[in-house]
């Protein structure tokens, strides 16, 4: 049985760089966010972290070779309907309370159980990390029985979120002039009440779920890992953080399918905390984030008044 850590938050909370630093463990292979897999790798060939486009990465092909006998055989269209048809946040109270899951469920389910069990397999990992984030896909692989799921909550402050929403991020990958999807400040502040919010009823499920706040992890990141692996059932030894330094992390190549630029860090990573919404998210709109979300924020123990800007 395949052990997955997923990691689930609204995007812009920082799971990709959490990832790239999961993904230097031993034992543990990081994926990428496997969501996109279908349509951007299979179908469009985008590159794969490691630089090379998706059908030429040696891994992703042993990958495919061995869940599915090629990717060829995989029929992007019914995992699309299926997408489509159960991975919605406006079905997650629905997945969460049945007593048994559709059948169209666990088909779906069933593609990324393949694609974890390769994955470990090829890599030799005693784990793999999916860093979709979507919380509706991580309620239904609650569903799967053929896997042993660890989810890894991460939260960062809504009106960090809020702010890198509005800002205009380039997809590399794609070669051309594609940029990522941008949200108003109101509109990400919704997003990020429901997405935690599905988490948090994922918990309530029985599923292990164990949550992190972003600017914990950055504060301490030696600390964090050391506690997620655990979590993670890869318990850590002597020298398995030593690419840590204390302002950066040193990477190695490595073979995310698809997600933030970032997947293509190869060497120093930065580890410092983004606070520039601090100074550039307007005041009314701070506002709003902070009422909108001011009792998940709470929750979480941020303070609502807002930070010093550094
Ligand atoms: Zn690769």
Not at 39 to 57: K, L, T, V, Y
Not at 107 to 116: D, F, K, L, N
Request: hydrophobic share 40%; net charge positive.
């Amino acid at each position: 049985m395949a052990r997955a850590l997923f990691l689930g938050g609204l995007g812009r909370s920082g799971t990709t760089l959490v990832e790239r630093l999961l993904g230097e463990l031993p034992g543990v292979c990081a994926l990428g966010e496997v969501v996109h897999l279908w349509q951007r790798d299979i179908r469009d060939d985008e590159r794969c972290g490691c630089g090379a486009r998706f059908s030429q990465c040696t891994f992703w092909r042993r990958v495919g070779a061995l869940a599915f006998g090629g990717w060829h055989n995989v029929d992007v269209d019914r995992v699309h309907y299926l997408q489509a048809a159960v991975e919605r946040t406006r079905h997650i109270p629905r997945l969460a309370t049945a007593v048994e899951a559709p059948e169209e469920v666990h088909e779906y389910a069933e593609y990324y159980t393949r694609v974890y069990a390769a994955a470990a397999e090829v890599s030799g990992a005693r784990l793999v990390v999916d860093s979709s984030k979507h919380s509706a896909l991580a309620h239904v692989l609650r569903w799967s029985s053929d896997l042993d799921l660890r989810v890894l909550h991460v939260v960062r402050d809504a009106r960090g979120v809020a702010y890198s929403w509005t800002k205009t991020v380039q997809r590399p990958e794609a070669d051309g002039s594609d940029e990522m999807t941008r949200y108003s400040p109101g509109r990400s502040a919704l997003l990020w009440n429901a997405h935690n919010a599905a988490f948090g009823l994922l918990a309530r499920r029985g599923v292990a779920v164990h949550r992190i706040r972003y600017e914990e992890f950055l504060a301490d990141p030696r600390a964090a890992l050391t506690t997620i692996a655990e979590f993670a059932g890869v318990p850590l030894g002597d020298g398995d953080l030593d690419f840590l330094q204390p302002d950066h992390a040193d990477l190695r190549i490595g073979h995310s399918a698809a997600g933030n630029p970032m997947r293509f860090t190869v060497g120093r990573l930065p580890l410092r905390r983004d606070d520039a919404w601090v100074r550039a998210l307007p005041s009314r709109q701070r506002r709003l984030v902070g009422t909108v979300c001011g009792p998940m924020l709470r929750a979480y123990g941020y303070p609502l008044s807002a930070p010093e800007a550094k």
